[in-house]
Every structure is written in structure tokens, then in C-alpha cells.
């Protein structure tokens, strides 16, 4: 989709995307590193979001409520709330709080209640931890996990057989929407000849951990 190509294309510009040889957490020597904390200013955050917003309408997924997990998905769900917006569609946001607040509203969620189907906004999915404690906020609030957003899927291999994209959306039974996956990436560099050299290495380990 031209929203994936625009996004790693801003992802690159920024330094978000690096390439190189990276140790993962998983201890893989990765030839490439991918790191959304650099979306670090107002423009390139604003169209991060935008992008967000683009994948979820094409998405098709029928939904209330958005959802930011603390800490990273807060900005990530407000961000991207505010880029609906502005293409028309005002959707209510909300996100949780690593501790209750015992003054004040109190409690653990700021924002919108937390009712209907709700999308979860995220940055990736690792372990899908994230992701667990979310439907239990969820499903404690009486409300529906829809799907889940994030912004790149590696597209491989965790503990087992399967991505942690695809072990969340087996789980719960939703869809797990990325705004780009490793395959999007590898057409990206395929298409610009500053980065060919990178995709014999990414295609590599493609083979080696990835998933179909």
C-alpha cells in the first residue's frame, strides 16, 4: 500500500529505520533496526499518526474506541485520534496509567470510558505482553477487543512456530493490523538503489526466522 512505502520511506529519512547488523532481544544478529522512540518531533510524529490512521481505515475493522497502552501507545493512540479527525471521523481515545491515581477522577484510565469495540494502538508487538494486559483493561471495563494497530510486524519467529503478531491475533481472535510488515520493507529496499545492498541479507533472515 502507498501509505507502508510513505511510511518506511519517513521512517528511513528519520533514522527510525537503520540498517546494518543489529543483536535483537532474542539475541539474533538483525540487518536491520527499527526504532519508533526517534519519531521525536512534531512533523514526523503528526504524519506517524496520520499513517496509523490510514491503516486502520483501510483496515476495515468496525470499532468505537481507541486505546494507548502506557507508555509508548499513549502519544501513539492521542496522536492518531486527533489524524481521524481531521479526516472526518472524531473517534473518543483513552489510555491507562501504570499506577492508580487515588486523588482527583482517580483510578488507572484517562480519557474516554472504555466501552464498545476497541482498537488497541500500540508501537510492536514483542513478547505480546502489552497486548494481554490491555484485553484484561478491556474486558474489566465491559468492553471489546476489536483489533490491535502497530507500526511495522517483523513477520517472524518468537518462541515457537509463530510471530507474536500471529500468536495475539490467535489468542484473542482479531486482527493485529501493521502500518508496514518485513515484506512491505523488502519491497522498499528493492525499489531504491541506495538500499539494494541491505536485501540479500534481509532476505536471509526472512528465511531463517520469519513466518509465512
Known amino acids: ?13 528519520k533514522g527510525v529505520l537503520r540498517f546494518g547488523e543489529f543483536k535483537t532481544k532474542a539475541g539474533r544478529l538483525s540487518p536491520y533496526f527499527f526504532n519508533t522512540a526517534l519519531f521525536d518531533d512534531g512533523a514526523s510524529f503528526g504524519e506517524l499518526c496520520r499513517f496509523y490512521a490510514q491503516a486502520i481505515g483501510a483496515s476495515g475493522i468496525a470499532f468505537d474506541t481507541l486505546f494507548g497502552p502506557a507508555y509508548k501507545g499513549i502519544p501513539l493512540a492521542a496522536g492518531t485520534a486527533m489524524q481521524m479527525a481531521a479526516q472526518g471521523r ?9 499506577e492508580a491515581k487515588d486523588h482527583g477522577e482517580g483510578g488507572t484510565l484517562v480519557g474516554a470510558p472504555l466501552k464498545g469495540r476497541v482498537i488497541v494502538v500500540d508501537d510492536v508487538i514483542s513478547a505480546g505482553t502489552s497486548v494481554r494486559e490491555s484485553v484484561e483493561i478491556i ?20 518462541t515457537g512456530a509463530k510471530s507474536a503478531a500471529q500468536e495475539v491475533r490467535d489468542a484473542f481472535g482479531v486482527p493485529v493490523v501493521a ?27 526472512r528465511t531463517t526466522y520469519g513466518v509465512s
Not at 190 to 203: G, H, I, K, N, S
Open 1 to 13: 500500500m502507498d501509505f507502508s512505502r510513505d511510511f518506511l520511506a519517513l521512517a528511513e529519512r
Open 90 to 98: 472524531n473517534i473518543p481515545f483513552c489510555f491507562n496509567r501504570k
Open 139 to 158: 474486558r474489566a471495563n465491559g468492553a471489546e477487543l476489536a483489533g490491535v494497530v502497530i507500526a511495522i510486524d517483523r513477520m517472524e519467529r518468537g
Open 179 to 205: 502500518v508496514a510488515t518485513l515484506d512491505d520493507l523488502m519491497a522498499f529496499i528493492a525499489d531504491d538503489a541506495r538500499l539494494t545492498e541491505y536485501l540479500p541479507a534481509v532476505q536471509t533472515y
